[in-house]
């Protein structure tokens, strides 16, 4: 029997007003429905947002060190359930264990963090330019945040907004994927545990469409934080924008691997295949380009080729299995189109490019590590977003080929160089156009506990991690206290006034 679960709103857990209600499946296993949730509508919305609203003006005088310590306590259910949750995320959406084990880990290690962070929120001081005057800073909470997440780090991402726009003050309206809901609602479930005051988050279930532009026209919510495809993205910006919301927003990747000839060419194998097959390529950060250099090409495709071969796909609730299934179905459809598409642009199809079906595969969305060579940079498959385990392996001539390759698309997330050259190192660190760049590691495995985010179209110039996501869940508010006890004019007194 499948769950039935609620949204949770002001302290409550509810039904959708709509009284209708969706599916969450195993994409290993179709047949098996993890549970089922409200599918929700604008009003639902309105009812958390009112529910965020009425809880704001308490959760905003707590001072943040004590709110640092509810946080810990959810932190610490977090750490307590770390497995029971990584079993159902590898249910819901179909990651291997370790990997949906990381995911909560990345979890637990933001809650931590933001507790630590309840006693920093640090500001800045400046000297006034007139005398008997101090100029000081401090952070203020937005109000209410809207934060809508995707699927394919059903924990971490949703923790990477949660825990820092609360130890801020703001009080939070969440909206999951419609494909891990039940990652999201237990999610939520601990900080219920944990003693949060009823409103402070409140999380609604359903479709972008009805549940996310509810969030993003909503007048009362200040500040919408987005992880997601850059589609959807520009959306959000637009009606954000329309509504002079803050908006933070983190998408998508081509994230490329340079190999260069005095690479470990071991390392580089490695790097490859945990960057273009961990997450079956589902992640922001995967790498979707292997830009390598002639000199070394043919040995390290050699390797690279033998070891993809090798990778064990199956259910991730097997240990041994290295390759989830793909999220569903129409994520298939569309790595299967765009297999169609390289071959069709003339790229060569060398190993894959096909969806498992017999046996246990036929319950589930599987579908083959696949490699292309030949490809040119201006090929489809060298520059859009795929989101599966494909990898469109290019060739060079030239280091600064290899720079002009990797910086040749919109996008801007991760990027990594592997080299035993200490200058094609630095060059590199200096001239990918990336928000993160790895030297002789993978393009994925980012820490929380620094700036995480992407130039050009991969966001807006918000980072989430580390201090700087308190950027995105705070404002500035500047205080000047005069105690010079008479009328001082900025910019009109000069020093010799003051004298
Ligand atoms: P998606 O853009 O389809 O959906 C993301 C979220 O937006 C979901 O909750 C969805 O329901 C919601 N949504 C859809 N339409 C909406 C609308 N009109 N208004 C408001 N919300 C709406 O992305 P996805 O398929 O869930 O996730 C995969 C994408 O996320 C990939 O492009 C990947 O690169 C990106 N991603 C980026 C990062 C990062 O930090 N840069 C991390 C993980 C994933």
Redesign the pocket.
């Known amino acids: 029997m499948s769950k039935e679960y609620k949204n949770y709103i002001g302290g409550k857990w509810v039904e959708s007003k709509s009284g209708k209600r969706f599916e969450s499946r195993n994409p290993a296993n179709w047949e098996e429905v993890i549970g089922t949730f409200p599918k929700s509508t604008k009003e639902d919305v309105a009812d958390a947002v009112e529910a965020a609203k009425k809880a704001f003006p308490r959760w905003k005088k707590i001072p943040a060190p004590k709110r640092g310590e509810i946080l810990r306590r959810a932190t610490e259910i977090l750490v307590e359930r770390k497995e029971e949750l990584a079993r159902l995320m590898t249910r819901e959406m179909g990651k291997v264990l370790k990997e949906t084990r990381g995911d909560v880990q990345e979890g637990i290690d933001t809650g931590f963090y933001a507790f630590g962070e309840g006693r920093r929120l640090f500001s800045q001081n400046a000297p006034s330019e007139l005398p008997d005057k101090l100029a000081l800073t401090f952070r203020l909470p937005v109000g209410i945040a809207g934060l ?6 059903p924990i971490a ?1 949703p923790a990477w907004k949660i825990f820092p726009a609360l130890l801020a003050g703001n009080t939070v309206v969440f ?5 891990t809901p039940a990652c999201a609602v237990e999610f939520v479930k601990i900080f219920e545990e944990a003693g949060l005051p009823p409103g402070v988050l409140n999380i609604v279930t359903g ?3 009805e ?3 509810a ?2 026209n909503h007048p009362d919510i200040g500040v919408v934080a ?8 520009s ?2 910006a637009e ?1 954000a924008g329309k509504h002079l919301k803050k908006v933070s927003l ?4 081509k994230n490329p691997q340079i190999v260069m000839p005095s690479a470990d060419v071991d390392l580089a194998v490695d790097g490859a295949l945990w960057g273009a097959f961990g997450t079956t390529g ?4 995967a790498t979707s380009r292997l830009i390598i250099h002639e000199d070394i090409y043919d040995e390290f495709m050699h390797r690279f080729i033998e070891r993809a071969k090798g990778l064990k796909i199956g259910n991730g609730l097997d240990e041994s299995v290295e390759v989830g299934p793909v ?1 569903n179905e129409a ?1 298939l459809r569309k790595i299967e189109m765009y297999v169609r598409i390289g071959q069709e642009e003339g790229a060569h199809l060398t190993l894959g490019g096909h969806r498992l079906t017999d046996g246990e595969y036929a319950k589930g969305w599987f579908f083959e590590p696949t490699i292309f060579e030949g490809v040119k940079p201006d090929m489809r498959i060298a520059q859009e ?1 795929i ?1 599966g385990p494909v990898v469109s392996v290019i060739k060079v001539k030239s280091l600064d080929e290899a720079f002009e390759v990797a910086n040749g698309v919109k996008y801007g ?1 991760s990027s990594s160089i592997y080299t035993r050259d200490l200058r094609e190192a630095m060059r590199a660190i200096n001239e990918l156009e990336a928000g993160i760049t790895y030297v002789n590691a993978p393009t994925i495995g980012a820490e929380c506990h620094l700036p ?3 130039v050009k179209s ?2 807006n110039g918000h980072r ?1 991690g580390g201090w700087t996501v308190y950027e995105i869940f705070t404002e500035w508010k500047t205080v000047y206290i005069d105690f010079s006890g008479k009328l001082q004019k900025a910019q009109i007194d000069t020093w010799e006034d003051m004298e």
Do not use: H, Y
């Open positions: 809508i997440t995707p699927w394919n780090f991402i909206k999951p994927a419609t494909d479709t972008g469409a549940v996310g532009e969030i993003l987005f992880t997601g495809s850059i589609e959807i993205g959306r959000i009606v983190e998408l998508g990747g589902q992640r922001c950060t999220i994520q977003e989101f997330l995480f985010g992407g991969t966001g989430e």
